[in-house]
């Protein structure tokens, strides 16, 4: 793993009138990392993240990401990263092939740079014989792991993955967990939320948020030994105790 931090935050805080969603946080994130950004919901990871893929404003502090300024930069931000949503943001009444050919030409890939990856991707998920039905008639596994394949479409430095395997059966997380290995390889840095403490053991380094704030950050094998437990479900359950924050 390289040492080039992809993602740097300093005292990163955002407010929504009297209320701190996020509050002071600090990390950096290096190139083809693996990154678990976990809390319980209400602790502040959604909208952490939204600052830094340049959705949202910050109120204070300093972040970059992919070299640029969260607060003067977020186009350039937004050109360099992947972004998948909990809601996967894709278009139901659009074929499988015609979702992937909107988000290419919205990073402005060439016609043949499309035309050779949206073959390679079809092939890559086994979707050939989908490629003309409606994404709305997929299984939600097909959903997800196509609406991923979409987020690092235009191979970007980073992928932001908001709970990306929300709602979907072991073996369909176990199948995604490997294509972000695999996109990880390639040099893409993975920052993904996620609330199944299981998959935070497949991340190299995962910070925590509670109440807004980082209360504890290192690999998981790290964070194990300082809490003295034996899974990260138990690092989750000590630190979550002391949350006063109600859920989302």
């Keep these: 793993m390289s040492n080039d931090k992809v993602i740097i935050a300093e005292q990163l805080t955002k407010r929504f009138g009297h209320f ?3 509050d002071g946080i600090s990390f950096d994130v290096h190139k083809g990392e693996i990154f678990g950004f976990l809390g319980a919901n209400g602790a502040g990871k959604t909208t952490a993240m939204r600052m830094l893929s ?17 607060y003067r930069e977020t186009e350039k931000i937004k050109q360099s ?4 949503s909990q809601k996967f943001s894709l278009y139901e009444d659009l074929t499988v092939k015609e979702n992937i050919r909107f988000y ?11 035309k050779d990856k949206t073959g390679f991707i079809l092939k ?29 479409f235009h191979e970007p430095k980073i992928v932001f993955l908001d709970e990306p395997t929300g709602g979907v ?22 920052f993904v939320t996620t609330h199944y403490m299981d998959e935070a053991e497949y991340c190299n380094r995962v910070s925590i948020m509670v109440d807004g704030r ?22 989750f359950l000590k630190l979550a105790r002391k949350a006063t924050r109600a859920a989302d």
């Design 169 to 190: 059966d072991p073996v369909t997380r176990r199948e995604f967990w490997s294509m972000i290995y695999q996109a990880a390889e390639t040099g893409i840095t993975v």
């Design 20 to 22: 701190t969603a996020v």
């Design 214 to 235: 980082i209360d504890a950050l290192g690999t998981p094998q790290q964070l194990k030994r300082t809490f003295n437990v034996s899974s990260m479900d138990e690092v």
């Design 81 to 84: 990263i992947g972004y998948m």
């Design 104 to 114: 290419a030409g919205i990073y402005g890939m060439t016609d043949t740079f499309i």
């Design 124 to 152: 890559h998920l086994h979707m050939e014989s989908e490629a003309d039905k409606l994404v709305k008639s997929l299984p939600l596994g097909w959903k997800q792991k196509l609406a991923f394949s979409v987020a690092v």
């Design 54 to 70: 340049g959705l949202s404003m910050p109120s204070s502090g300093k972040a970059s990401v992919a070299g640029f300024d969260v």
